[in-house]
């Protein structure tokens, strides 16, 4: 049988789970060089491996609890923190963690932040610090997470997608990205902005509102707002996000980010 298959059936019957090890090893040492991803773009459409999901699921079971140092920093966990960092060239700043499993592109940056297994970092993207990217998180090149994002983890269902941020987005400090949520290629969420699967987002950029869920369109930029709701009590207001503008494509890049945020008035 492939590890696929292995695995599948491991995931359906724990009592195979003992068939199933060396094959649940293999793909999570896939996962931590950037061999396999748990979800990955084809044809222009994400799209989730669903057996390598399971595969991360099964390794909590197969492993045990452990005690390591890196540095002065001691930990008590069933997983190790990633190693040969120098070699993969990724920065890590103390006490940035980046748990093996994980897979980070040359050239990424992790200040005090984490990231989880299963998740892929792309080349020239910064975590900034206390910045969190949660298990089988997909992130592209060149993304900055401002201090304090939080970027959801997912591993059950299987099947679920897990949150995406496609290259170039900037997302500022303190935003919740949730619920498989995708925000698009160099997309700008402002300080604050939640995203999830429920959480309407509005496009107030035309004639009329379009109102979108769970995915932020590329080169929007987003901002946190409220939108009424009635109770038998009262109304209230509750969260949404607004699309107010859109990146310019005509600028240099390095400047296009800074005149829209001026011009827009957003924080991160």
Request: charged share 20%.
């Amino acid at each position: 049988m492939s590890d696929q298959q292995l695995i599948d059936a491991a995931y359906d019957d724990r009592t195979l789970l003992t068939d199933a090890v060396e094959a649940i090893e293999r793909t999570i040492a896939l996962l931590d060089t950037g061999q396999v991803r748990v979800a990955e773009k084809r044809d222009g459409e994400w799209v989730v491996n669903e057996w390598i999901k399971k595969a991360v699921s099964l390794y909590f079971s197969i492993t045990e609890m452990e005690e390591t140092s890196a540095g002065p920093f001691v930990y008590h966990d069933k997983l190790l923190t990633k190693t040969d960092l120098a070699s993969q060239q990724v920065r890590v700043v103390p006490p940035g963690t980046i748990r093996y499993g994980a897979f980070l592109e040359p050239g990424a940056v992790v200040m005090p932040g984490y990231v989880n297994i299963g998740a892929y970092v792309g080349a020239g993207t910064m975590v900034d610090t206390w910045a969190t990217v949660g298990s089988c998180a997909q992130i592209g090149r060149g993304v900055h997470l401002s201090g304090g994002v939080g970027i959801g983890g997912v591993l059950e269902p299987a099947g679920a997608r897990p949150v995406i941020v496609e290259d170039g987005a900037f997302i500022g400090s303190r935003c919740i990205i949730t619920e498989g949520a995708i925000i698009g290629e160099r997309a700008v969420l402002g300080a604050n902005v939640s995203i999830t699967a429920s959480v309407p987002i509005y496009d107030v950029t035309g004639d009329e509102k379009v109102e979108y869920r769970g995915y932020v369109p590329p080169n929007s930029i987003v901002v946190p707002g409220t939108r009424p709701k009635e109770f038998p009590g009262g109304t209230v207001q509750l969260a949404c996000a607004y699309i107010i503008g859109h990146r310019s494509e005509a600028t240099d890049e390095k400047t296009s980010l800074n005149d829209d945020l001026r011009d827009f008035g957003v924080s991160v």
